[in-house]
T-cell receptor, first 111, second 115 residues
Framework: KNQVEQSPQSLIILEGKNCTLQCNYTVSPFSNLRWYKQDTGRGPVSLTIMTFSENTKSNGRYTATLDADTKQSSLHITASQLSDSASYICVVSWGTYKYIFGTGTRLKVLA | SQTIHQWPATLVQPVGSPLSLECTVEGTSNPNLYWYRQAAGRGLQLLFYSIGIGQISSEVPQNLSASRPQDRQFILSSKKLLLSDSGFYLC??????????????FGDGTRLSIL
């Protein structure tokens, strides 16, 4: 069964600290893996997209990694800011217009 | 630049009433269009996608339908709403083409509550 599991479900960190969010998937065939940021009550915004051959991709303070062998991805946030408070969603594409969304990690950054 | 608009932002409807949610995209042509539902505590579920005018593909059987009367307009409808139709509905677009690593750009959603 195609699944995307994210951990932790929620996370609280202090402003300025780093954090890493995890995504494990059992999706086949694999096309690409995406990370989105979703502010409360808003639509998701794309952070990174990685294909099978890419093992890291950065977008500012966000760095995503992909290990296609172990089917794991992580999203590392450096020097967190209050505006990073949001849900982070991992999405795996397994074919044309085929997407499996994780349930997200809810991050809260405190001053 | 491209923008996507969804309306209304919130909607409260009684069971059995009809539904029409509208989504429009500006600044691009022939986009791929998508309707998703996000239920509390669950991941986004793809409901419909469209690669062109009048072309609609449904991912899950349900009480809803979609139409694409114009290139950049995507409508989600229902003739009779059920309690289970409550949720956060998101419209998205992506560039057309065969490349799979195109990001999807989401609207800000419609929160639908069925009473």
């Amino acid at each position: 069964k195609n699944q995307v599991e994210q951990s932790p479900q929620s996370l609280i960190i202090l402003e300025g600290k780093n954090c890493t969010l995890q995504c494990n998937y059992t999706v086949s065939p694999f096309s690409n893996l995406r990370w989105y940021k979703q502010d409360t009550g808003r639509g998701p915004v794309s952070l990174t997209i990685m294909t099978f051959s890419e093992n890291t991709k950065s977008n500012g303070r966000y760095t995503a990694t992909l290990d296609a062998d172990t089917k794991q991805s992580s999203l590392h946030i450096t020097a967190s800011q209050l505006s990073d408070s949001a849900s982070y969603i991992c999405v795996v594409s397994w074919g044309t217009y085929k997407y499996i969304f994780g349930t997200g990690t809810r991050l809260k950054v405190l001053a | 630049s491209q923008t996507i608009h969804q309306w209304p932002a919130t909607l409260v409807q009684p069971v059995g009433s009809p539904l029409s949610l509208e989504c429009t995209v500006e600044g691009t042509s022939n986009p791929n269009l998508y309707w998703y539902r996000q239920a509390a505590g669950r991941g986004l579920q793809l409901l419909f996608y469209s690669i062109g005018i009048g072309q609609i593909s449904s991912e899950v059987p349900q009480n809803l339908s979609a139409s694409r009367p114009q290139d950049r307009q995507f409508i989600l409808s229902s003739k009779k709403l059920l309690l289970s139709d409550s949720g956060f509905y998101l419209c998205a677009w992506s560039r057309t083409g065969t490349r799979e690593n195109q990001p999807q750009h989401f609207g800000d959603g419609t929160r639908l509550s069925i009473l």
